[in-house]
């Protein structure tokens, strides 16, 4: 019996009122998507010290998805999350890139997994000043579950794995942490094939956990 394959998340709660919905989308990136996150999100990111992505450059990080592509033949995902703004119309709120078949990170395994390269979420106060969004949604377990997602989609089982970027210390690990992510312990071993060192800052999503988190969204899809 063929199993239907899971959808994407089509709401999202607000980051200001949890009990709201916001209506959300997924689309492929493509250059134009880019290049409008960079010049209408991007000068405002860059300003806040504290964000892990803020001179990020979509725009650059899209054709080096390409290259990989090319270079390693392995198959990059690179997607749009749209919301809902007041106006009825769609806008731009979230942005990722995801490597397919990537060696899953806990090495003793020997199994694939979907790689978790690149992801942002659009400041909120900008999409409410800027862009008439009253209710910008929360992003970070959409986010993960677009990659869970397609993982489960892909013969999979739903694991993933990522590197939490350093420039956003220790909030960003409680950040993965509270999405329902494996931390590695530093001294854990790392498949052949990854390059970086673990520093302690490299997480997964199993196949039970992977369910357990895409089971919280089904809801919303």
Not at 27 to 52: I, K, Y
Not at 72 to 87: G, N, T, Y
Not at 153 to 166: D, E, F, K, S, V
Request: aromatic share 8%; net charge positive.
């Amino acid at each position: 019996m063929s199993v239907e394959p899971r959808r994407f998340a089509r709401t999202a709660p607000s980051r200001t009122d949890k009990t709201r919905a916001v209506d959300i989308r997924m689309t492929d990136m493509l250059a134009g998507d880019a290049a409008w996150w960079d010049a209408r999100l991007g000068p405002t990111h860059a300003r806040n010290r504290a964000r892990a992505d803020r001179l990020w450059a979509w725009s650059v990080l899209l054709p080096l998805c390409h290259l990989v592509q090319l270079a390693k033949r392995r198959f990059c995902r690179p997607l749009v999350v749209w919301a809902r703004a007041d106006s009825g119309r769609f806008v731009r709120v979230g942005m990722s890139i995801f490597i397919e078949s990537y060696p899953y990170l806990e090495a003793g395994r020997g199994v694939d997994s979907y790689f978790v390269w690149f992801m942002s979420a659009a400041d909120s106060a900008l999409l409410q000043a800027d862009f008439g969004m009253t209710h910008p949604p929360a992003l970070g377990r959409v986010l993960l579950d677009n990659a869970i997602v397609l993982s489960q989609n892909a013969g999979l089982r739903g694991r993933i794995g990522l590197h939490a970027a350093a420039a956003g210390g220790k909030t960003l690990l409680s950040v993965y942490a509270a999405c329902g992510l494996i931390n590695l312990p530093r001294t854990a071993k790392l498949p052949v094939g990854v390059r970086r060192r673990n520093d302690g800052r490299f997480f997964v999503a199993d196949e039970i956990h992977a369910e357990m988190m895409a089971a919280l969204l089904d809801p919303r899809r």
